[in-house]
Every structure is written in C-alpha cells, then in structure tokens.
C-alpha cells in the first residue's frame, strides 16, 4: 500500500525532460479510439479503480441533487467562498509546481486508472499501474511532472531511457525504494513500478496483441457486465479486485501457507471476484451504485453458508415514518447454521461449534441458543436509523428488529432471558406497551471535542410479532407511537412505495433477498442542524483561534450563512437498494432518485 502511495504522489509530480517528445512512432499513428486502461492492462491484474471519463464524471456529478446544490444561488456565496479558501491553501504548492489549483483539476481529461499487477509466477514481481490521459491539457502535465522531477532530483533522484522497441520508457530511480517507469502515448501517460508490467502493458497498447488483457478475462467482463443495469449507460467510475488471488500473491511464511491450504475445504476458493460501479444522473436515477460477488456455481463451503432468502419487505409497522434509512433482509438460519456446524466441526471436531455457540453466546444470555432462541426466528431482521432530537453529535440512533414465527410462544423465553439479567434492567411502560431499559452507569455529557453528546439508553421488548432492541429510550417509544398511529408508520409512506417500485423492476428485484430505503433529505437536515447548532459554532471559533483555514472557513460561514433548509432539501429525493442472489453470485444495488 505504501508502494502505490508513493506511485500515485509521483504520477503527480515526476516528469521527463522538457527536451524529451514523443518517438516517431508513436506521434505518426492515426487518430483512432484509445485504447482503455482493461485493454491495456495483462489478464493478471488482481485490482484496479478506474474513472472512465474524468470531465464526464464531474459534469455528472454536477448535476446530481448535490451538485445542484452547490450551484443554487443561495449557495453559491459560500461555495465560492470556501473554494477562494482552498485556493489561498494551495498557494504554497502552487509556488513549488506551477501550477494553480483550477488548472491542477483541470489536467486528467479522460481515462484515470490505477491496478494492482501480479502473476501466478512469484519470480514476477508484483506492482502497480497508473494511467492517466491528459488529451489537450498534455502540456500542463509535463510542466507539472517536470517540476516534480527537478524536485525530487534534489534528494538524489535521477532519470536514465531504456528501449522497447523502437519506443523509448524513462526509468526513475530513489522514489522510496522504487524504480518507476514511465511512457506518454497521445497524451496518455503510463507508469508502472515494474519493467515487466511495462512490456506487458506497452504490447498490449501498440496493439500487438500478444497478451491476454484483463478486458478479455471471463472474471472481469461477468462482474462489471453484472453492475451495469438498463438505461444506465457507461458507469462514471469502477473498481475491481480478486480477493484470493492477492491473498495467495502477497501471503508469506508457514501460516500463511496452512491457511492457504484450507482455501479448498472451505469453499473460499470460490469467491472468485468483487467489483462495483458508480453512475450518476442516469435517466430518473441521481445515482446509482452496483456491487457485485462473483462466485461459483455450485457454491461449496463457506460460500455455500450465505443464506439469503426472500420474503415480505414492506416496512414493519413500528418503522417511523421520519426514520433516515430503513433495511430488512430474509435469511434462511437454519441452512446456515447445518452449513456452518459442518465445516466447523469437520475441522474441529464433533460438537465444537454448538458448544461455542453457547459458551460465548448462550450462557450469557440464560438460554439456549440453537435449542430454544433461533426456532422461534423467522429469519428476517430489521434495522433503522432514527435521529433523536434535539441535535447533537450522536444523535442518529438505531432501531433492530428480529421476527418471531410465533410471540406467544416466544414470550416464555424471553422472559427467561430478563430473568437472568434482571439485576441490571429495569420495567418500563409506554401506552400499553411494556419494554425494558437496560441500567448504565452515568455517561459523560460532553465528548473529549466538547460537544454535546446524547446519553445512550438501550432498550428492549416486544412490538407485535417483532424484539425490538435500541439505544435509544426516545427511539423506542417513537416506535411504538408509529405501531399505533399508521400514518407515522413508514409502511404508509408514499416516498417507500415508489422506491420499491423502482426496486421491482431492476434484475432480481421481484423476489430480493434484502431490502434499503434511504431519506438523504432527513439525514442533511442532521448535519444542517449540526452546523448551525451553537455548540459547533463555539467549536469552530476555537478552532479557528489556532489555525487560519478554519478562522476562513468561519469567516466565510459569517459572511454568507447557510440559506433555509428547504433551499437545499428541494433537491434531495429518497432512494433505495436491494441485495439478490443470482447464478453469478451476490448482488448489491442501490440508487437515489432524482427530484423533478
């Protein structure tokens, strides 16, 4: 990791000489469609982030709900404000490279690529691959690397040209302890760390064809076709990784060769990759975001244990309707508990797993966990963020739920489990519903920062077929006020049901395994409260005592206040996400719609 640091610093800073151009070959090609970084890279690439486009992804981004935002009128004061702020920061660099921020931005015109690099073949070394296309701005890049270099020159750096054909590669020695090499084609510099990973990369480039490239692996074409939905369009940025294949790469020494060995029996050599996309103002999506586990198919081992189910989604109706984000998932417990003891038990030995289970878990509760608690769960699980009021710096709290198949004959049980920890709860009632607040010892009322913090009182109990638990005595009750009045339920929200609409027509929505719903409007109204809240303002004026970027970040909020909130909410719509299991493995989707 330190390694691809230290590469990413230099792409931004190193440079060849300014006598240094282009060879022949390269400047006498024909215009043609660049090549892309997947193309580029060796089928043996085990991880990259890729931004396809970069100007693209900004002016995407710029019309999301937050980029609009930026750019409403009301805001634009502090926005300019802030940025001028940063500016004035960056005057000390820009005397060292020059080159000012807004043109510093404004360099990467196309493709930004950086990937992980090995083979199988441990005599290979292994390294990193950064490409960056500048197109018109080439220049601005070569007078920002050239002063890098004059820079680094200073502590003993040098710069020497090897061959590759008829193409010349400038090598650069002492960053850190690398060698970077480094190549410009048609404005699209190419560095790696190693001069394998050149070669590989450089044939693949001048289209020779020799190599097998990332783009044509069964592995990556499956996921990153996977995390493209319909209507979306090219994803804006994308990240791919294989997991086993850098831990067998990177892992020394015995025990990471017995670990290694286990891979098999476990099943967790089929895990064989994870990626995702990022895809803003898409058709009526603001954003939409794709991740993807590919695994294989039969699933064996660990990964045959994943469980997920499908089943009712519609919110519970204890779920408040001014929650910040709702999700519930159907888990089949039972499968994976017999997955789970087979394993385990095969490795450790008959019983191991049921008596670690209700060493670690059991006895502390007072019940048993896989005779009594877990047939009485139906499998599905609910969580919800809430935020207690009034603001402080912990105020979003949580709402967990796990369904019963049957509350009555459950209630025995969970009786059993008070019983046991009696000593340190306490009887509560709301309305006609009872509940149990779990005594702490007195909290602090200021963080170590000196703001406000909310007292954490965890609760616990019954709410129809649900136990609901929380940290949050206020929390609990607004859930039992949304059970009694239907129209503070989120089950009733119009917001939740166009969202789940939006749900059931993508890939594997009709059926999810696990359902989201997010509000950004009510969680940016937390952070809005927060910045206008009298204890940050205090917070921030010390602050700004002892460092001048917060005394300007300070004085720009004097200067020009934050507008209404619903100068900034008018922008922000709910969204959702859902998780399915398919042939290809588990998929993860989510998306925020756009405001009309």
Avoid at 95 to 123: H, M, T, W, Y
Wanted: proline content about 6%; hydrophobic content about 40%.
């Amino acid at each position: 990791m330190k390694h691809l640091v230290r590469l990413c610093l230099f792409v931004f800073l190193w440079s060849v000489a300014l006598q240094w151009q282009p060879t022949p070959a390269f400047a006498q090609q024909p215009p043609a469609q660049r090549i892309t970084a997947p193309e580029m890279l060796p089928a043996h690439t085990l991880g990259l982030v890729r931004i396809p486009n970069a100007p693209l992804l900004a002016e995407r981004f710029r019309d999301t709900s937050l980029g609009r935002v930026f750019q409403d009128r009301q805001m634009q004061p502090l926005v300019a404000k802030l940025y001028g702020t940063a500016q004035d920061a960056f005057k000390q660099v820009e005397q060292v490279i020059g080159v000012p921020l807004d043109q510093l931005l404004k360099i990467p015109q196309g493709e930004i690529c950086v990937a992980f690099v090995a083979s199988e073949d441990r005599d290979q070394e292994q390294g990193f691959v950064v490409i960056i296309d500048t197109k018109d701005e080439v220049v601005q890049a070569r007078k920002l690397l050239q002063a890098a270099e004059t820079m680094a020159a200073k502590n003993g750096g040098t710069r020497t040209t090897e061959k590759f054909g008829e193409h010349e590669i400038n090598v650069f020695t002492k960053i850190g302890n690398l060698r970077v090499f480094q190549i410009e084609r048609e404005g699209t510099f190419i560095f790696t760390t190693t001069r394998a990973i050149m070669d590989s990369v450089l044939v693949n480039a001048t289209g020779a064809g020799l190599e097998r490239t990332l783009a044509q692996t069964d592995k990556f074409s499956t996921l990153i076709n996977r995390c493209v939905g319909p209507d979306e369009g090219q994803p804006h940025f994308i990240w791919y990784a294989d997991p086993i294949a850098i831990v067998r790469r990177l892992a020394t020494g015995s025990l990471a060769a017995t670990g290694l060995a286990l891979f098999p029996a476990l099943g967790l050599d089929g895990l064989q990759a994870v990626g995702g996309t990022m895809t803003f103002s898409s058709g009526e999506f603001d954003q939409v975001q794709h991740m993807h586990v590919l695994l294989d198919n039969p699933r064996i081992g660990v990964i045959d244990a994943i469980g997920l189910a499908s089943g009712e989604m519609t919110p519970e109706a204890w779920v408040p309707a001014d929650c910040i984000s709702y999700s519930t998932i159907h888990w089949d417990l039972r499968h994976t508990i017999n997955v789970s003891t087979r394993l385990f038990n095969g490795l450790m030995g008959e019983g191991a797993l049921e008596r670690q289970i209700q060493e670690k878990i059991g006895n502390n509760l007072g019940a048993d966990v896989l005779a009594e608690i877990v047939p009485q769960l139906s499998g599905r699980a609910t969580h919800v963020q809430w935020v207690e009021r009034p603001v402080r710096i912990n105020s979003p709290c949580f709402l967990a739920g796990l369904q019963l198949k049957d509350p009555k004959a459950a209630k025995p049980i969970f009786d059993k489990v008070i019983s046991k920890h009696s000593g340190t709860m306490e009887k509560q009632r709301y309305g006609n519903t009872e509940y149990w607040s779990i005594k702490t010892p007195p909290p602090r009322q200021k963080s170590k920062s000196g703001m406000e913090i909310r007292v954490p009182l965890p609760c616990i109990g019954i709410i129809n077929d649900y136990v609901v638990f929380t940290d949050s005595m206020k929390a609990f009750q607004e859930a039992v006020n949304a059970n009694t009045n239907p129209e503070n339920s989120l089950s009733t929200s119009l917001d939740f049901k166009i969202v789940a609409n939006k749900i059931s027509r993508q890939p594997g929505g009709d059926a999810p395994g696990a359902l989201t719903f997010e509000r950004p409007e009510e969680g940016l109204r937390f952070w809005y409260e927060m910045a206008n809240a009298e204890n940050t303002r205090k917070r921030l004026a010390d602050q700004a005592n002892r460092n001048q970027f917060f005394n300007s970040v300070q004085q720009a909020l004097k200067d020009h206040p934050l507008p209404p909130f619903e100068v900034i909410s008018e922008y922000m719509a709910p969204g959702g996400g859902m998780l399915v299991s398919d042939p290809t493995g588990i998929h993860y989707m989510t998306f925020g719609l756009k405001r009309k």
